[in-house]
């Protein structure tokens, strides 16, 4: 036993020295690499690697971080897009369904067959430049509708089983249209007897392109998606980018989510092999949802090409990094460098954006900001010293014509050469800038005399009027320039330049290539002018223009021939206003050309219901005004008016000034050339008072002479009125041309015409211009003695 114990306790003696050593050695080793690890060429890798594990990480989170918000954003943009679309298509289907119900209640509750024309009466009835209201009976004809051209077409008969067969609102599948090519929707209400038996339909027409029109590049994108869909998963309309589609077809629960929950619905869809955020909403009472998707690749362009920059970047820095371990003195003292070099270029950047916020980029001349504060500077010393200054507000009046001639480079060669002839006018102590385009402001201190004024005004008239040469060409232009002078004009600089620029228009309407100084009937005369333009620009959308007629009658028979329709402006507040008042302003302001497309449409709708409510077929005259007859869409117009109305050309006359022709020969005889192979009369206007010789007529294709009314006011008493007019007479008759008096008032006047075998004339002697139902009852009452002669 004892030995036993002495064998263990040896055994156990042995044991703990060796684990001591094994022990003193990992210790060791340990030691050891550490002292290793803090040697340079394995500290620096190291902390390199370390660094770089942070740098990256930290720049992952970073395009992480700012995928997510970018992500969310585009989810709450296509949300917050979603609702105002929804809003407005949801308006648009209702005022649709709105018309429907109201050419329904119409047809049913007063037995109209054709209600279209008491809606329209009423204004009632939408726009027929987007919407086509219908009525169809129970046979599928087109009974009635606000598009003339569609009066006895068919629809499918299936089409009108399914509307037949429900009461509420039915919205067909689009369809391409034959004669467009443009995809259409057709809005559907039923119709019912008094029996409550079906008695057809009532429909409006619409291009689907109407319904994905607010379509916004700079929200959507070209790759956004804007679509109107139907419960049975067909696309009524579709859009991205500028293509527009419908007919497509889809999975609608896959795509509409069936919750009320609208905040919740956001969708990843591959439709058309675009990844898009798409949100969806059905609209409340109607068989429609709308779809907005904003794309991920376009929305996320942004930030995709920032994580890049990123990553170019964190590389750029990594291998920097590697490589330049040891030269990180060199390294810093560059990063000092740098950012002594971004410091300098803000400095430059600062200023040079300070220098363009008070002078003009083209010319160097002080803007309008600038400008305003110098004369307000100017006006506090002038007061302080009871001193005058004036301002000078100068426009030149050709510029237009150099930039469509020469082009904008040559524009602004222009504008340059003026800044610098126009400072060689002025003193030191002057101050002249540049408002934009090609209106200057020149401001004079220190006046001691209004003559110093005119001087200086007319000096810059004689330098502006010198010969340009400009791309080697030489070009003249001239100025117009207002005036108001302080204290007299104006105590602010406001009012001053508001005063100048008055006097300058004065300038304009007198003549150009002259200067004005402000007076207070100058400000009454361009409030009174701006209200009738402000009023004039919402009358045609306001339905404040009707057209009169005034007959022109045979000069034998005294039947009426023809008509001539002429405008009337029925002002809501100031009542008739006469044309004399309004045409040039309307002509001025090229509001004329709109005017004068309604004025050509209106007669010839007109002319072509009374020929469909068999009155006689006759003739309508309408005027062209200087803007209209050099209006490059004239004849395309023209040719679309026509067709729309269905009015025979050959009833149709356009009157065009005598001076209008003498103007630009070669393209008057253009423009009349195009006219005739339209097959619409030509009447040469107000002739006689510019004595146009018999050659410079005859190579125009006219068909009518009207003699002014100057020309005959005095036929009795003055010989040389007497003279002319027979000589117009004879000229007419030479040529082969209708010859027709205007502006008849007497009986001498008819009786002068008649012994001068003149064809036609028209004046108060006879008919003074009336509306157009009393017009209607002069065509009844003559088609009435027609029938009882015969």
Not at 234 to 252: M, N
Request: proline residues 3%; contains cysteine; negative net charge.
């Amino acid at each position: 036993m004892a030995i036993q114990r002495a064998s263990v306790l040896t055994s156990a003696q042995d044991v703990a020295p060796r684990e001591n050593a094994q022990s003193d050695a990992t210790s060791n080793r340990f030691r050891r690499r550490v002292d290793q690890v803090q040697e340079a060429y394995i500290l620096f890798p190291l902390l390199a690697v370390l660094l770089l594990s942070v740098i990256w990480a930290g720049t992952l989170y970073l395009i992480e971080l700012e995928q997510a918000r970018a992500q969310q954003g585009i989810a709450e943009a296509s949300l917050e897009i979603g609702a105002t679309y929804e809003a407005q298509i949801l308006r648009a289907v209702r005022e649709i369904d709105q018309t429907l119900k109201l050419v329904k209640y119409t047809y049913e509750s007063e037995r109209e067959p054709n209600p279209l024309p008491k809606l329209k009466a009423r204004a009632l009835l939408p726009s027929p430049y987007l919407f086509d209201v219908s009525v169809v009976d129970a046979s599928a004809l087109v009974v009635a509708s606000t598009q003339s051209s569609e009066v006895g077409n068919r629809i499918a008969k299936d089409e009108l089983q399914t509307v037949g067969r429900d009461t509420a609102l039915s919205i067909s599948r689009p369809w391409k249209s034959p004669a467009t090519g443009e995809w259409k929707l057709r809005f559907s209400r039923r119709l019912d007897t008094e029996a409550g038996a079906f008695a057809g339909i009532a429909m409006v027409e619409v291009d689907a392109a109407y319904f994905v029109s607010s379509y916004d590049t700079s929200k959507l994108g070209n790759q956004g998606l804007l679509g109107l869909l139907g419960i049975d998963g067909v696309f009524r309309a579709r859009r991205s980018g500028e293509a527009i589609s419908a007919g497509d077809e889809v999975d609608y629960a896959a795509v509409v989510p069936d919750t009320e929950n609208t905040d919740a619905v956001r969708l990843i869809n591959g439709t058309d092999g675009v990844r898009r955020y798409t949100s969806a909403r059905q609209l409340y009472d109607f068989p429609l949802a709308v779809i907005v998707g904003l794309s991920e690749e376009e929305q996320l362009a942004t930030v995709t090409r920032q994580a890049h920059t990123y990553l170019w970047r964190t590389a750029g820095g990594s291998l920097l990094l590697v490589l330049l371990a040891g030269l990180l003195a060199r390294m810093s003292w560059q990063l000092v460098q740098s950012r002594l070099r971004a410091g300098e270029a803000k400095i430059a950047y600062a200023e040079n954006v300070e220098y363009l916020a008070y002078h003009d980029g083209l010319t160097a001349l002080p803007n309008r900001s600038l400008f305003s504060m110098l004369l307000s500077q100017s006006i506090g010393e002038a007061s302080r010293y009871h001193r005058q200054l004036a301002v000078l507000f100068l426009d030149l009046d050709r510029f237009k014509q150099v930039n469509d001639t020469l082009g904008h480079d040559a524009g602004d060669q222009l504008l340059k050469e003026v800044a610098l002839r126009l400072k060689t006018c002025l003193r030191t102590s002057d101050t002249v800038a540049r408002l934009g385009g090609d209106e200057f402001v020149i401001l004079l201190p220190e006046l001691s005399d209004d003559k110093d004024v005119a001087t200086t005004a007319q000096k810059i008239l004689g330098a502006i009027a010198r010969p340009f040469n400009l791309q080697g060409q030489e070009f003249r232009v001239t100025a117009s320039v207002g005036i108001s002078v302080f204290p007299q004009d104006g105590l602010d600089e406001q009012t001053l330049k508001k005063n100048a620029d008055i006097a300058m228009y004065q300038a304009k309407q007198c003549g150009k290539n002259n200067f004005q100084f402000y007076s207070a009937k100058l400000n009454a005369d361009s409030l009174e002018r701006m209200t009738l333009e402000l009023s004039l620009r919402h009358a045609l959308e306001r339905h404040e223009f009707q057209l009169h007629y005034q007959a022109k009658r045979d000069i034998g028979s005294g039947r009426i021939t023809g008509m001539e329709a002429l405008l009337r402006w029925n002002h809501p507040d100031l009542g008739i206003v006469a044309p004399m008042q309004f045409i040039p302003v309307a002509e001025e302001t090229g509001l004329i050309v709109p005017i004068g497309k309604w004025v050509l449409k209106t007669a010839c709708q007109q002319n072509v219901a009374w020929q469909q409510q068999g009155l006689p077929h006759l003739g309508v005259a309408v005027n062209l005004t200087a803007r209209q007859f050099a209006d490059e869409n004239l004849l395309t117009d023209l040719a679309e008016i026509l067709a729309e109305t269905g009015m025979d050309a050959r009833l149709l006359e356009l009157e065009i000034a005598e001076s209008l022709l003498m103007q630009d020969v070669k393209r008057a005889l253009s423009v009349l050339t195009g006219l005739k192979h339209l097959k619409v009369r030509i009447a040469i206007d107000d002739f006689g008072i510019g004595y146009s010789s018999l050659s410079a007529l005859e190579q125009f294709p006219l068909d009518v002479i009207k003699i002014d009314r100057s020309c005959i006011c005095d036929t009795s008493s003055v010989s040389e009125d007497k003279a002319l007019t027979e000589a117009i007479i004879a000229m007419g008759r030479t040529l082969s041309l209708t010859v027709v008096a205007q502006g008849v008032e007497t009986k001498e006047q008819a009786d002068f015409l008649r012994d001068n075998a003149c064809d036609e004339f028209q004046g108060f002697y006879f008919n003074k211009p009336v509306p157009a139902d009393q017009f209607k009852v002069l065509l009844q009452a003559q088609a009435a003695d027609t029938d009882l002669d015969t």
